[in-house]
């Protein structure tokens, strides 16, 4: 099955510096890379995502890079505030006759003020 | 629209006893989701169902666990007997194609603490 590794775990940023969280898969029938963010004693939502027929997607301070050759796929966001502080989990789709998602570890970002 | 309702948002009880967890998915959504999240760690596929159908099961701890989808709408995910390793958050969500990939929905959780 598909096994999602991420990285680092845990992340400490300067408010206003940038921040870059790297997801990698295994199985290469992945294809939607979504990245969930947590925040305390909440409920996981989709920040930003990325398919695979593109390689690079941003929304205002954020944005994702994907590397289908490295399976690899990373979650950038610059000038970082203290609101951005929260868990950060990427994930792999794959879809067939049903569509399955695999999570990666998370990784804590904290933005300091 | 309304999103991913899921009851009871906490839960206490002793290891042995049994519970259960409901959830109502967004209205339309095909494809309902269970994880279990242990603190610090993403969430961990349990089942997963479309309509009222199980299309995933493979991790689920079926000498405890088990989960229902009557009707292909509300579901239920019993824990019997519990375990103290079982506590964690228990998340629902939904999506709405089947085969399609498109963005899961998560409801609040529900924080099973086995003592």
């Known amino acids: 099955g598909e096994n999602v590794e991420q990285h680092p775990s845990t992340l400490s940023v300067q408010e206003g510096d940038s921040a870059v969280i790297k997801c990698t898969y295994s199985?290469?029938?992945?294809?939607?890379f979504p990245w969930y963010k947590q925040e305390l004693g909440k409920r996981p939502q989709l920040i930003i995502d990325i398919r695979s027929n593109v390689g690079e997607k941003k929304d205002q301070r954020i944005a994702v890079t994907l590397n289908k050759t490295a399976k690899h796929f990373s979650l950038h966001i610059t000038e970082t505030q203290p609101e951005d502080s929260a868990v950060y989990f990427c994930?792999?789709?794959?879809?067939?006759?049903?569509?399955?998602?695999?999570f990666g570890t998370g990784t804590k970002l904290q933005v300091i003020p | 629209e309304a999103g991913v309702a899921q009851s009871p948002r906490y839960k206490i009880i002793e290891k042995r006893q049994s519970v259960a967890f409901w959830c109502n998915p967004i209205s339309g959504h095909a494809t309902l989701y269970w994880y279990q999240q242990i603190l610090g760690q993403g969430p961990k596929l349990l089942i997963q169902?479309?309509?009222?159908?199980?299309?995933?099961d493979s991790q689920l701890p079926k000498d405890r666990f088990s989960a229902e989808r009557l009707k292909g709408v509300d579901s239920t995910l019993k824990i019997q007997p519990a375990k103290l390793e079982d506590s964690a958050v228990y998340l629902c969500?939904?999506?709405?194609?089947?085969?399609?990939?498109?963005?899961?929905?998560f409801g609040q959780g529900t924080r099973l603490t086995v003592v």
């Open positions: 969500a939904s999506s709405f194609r089947q085969s399609m990939n498109t963005e899961a929905f």
């Open positions: 169902f479309q309509n009222n159908g199980v299309v995933d």
């Open positions: 994930a792999a789709t794959m879809s067939g006759g049903y569509q399955k998602v695999t």
């Open positions: 199985d290469s029938a992945s294809n939607y």
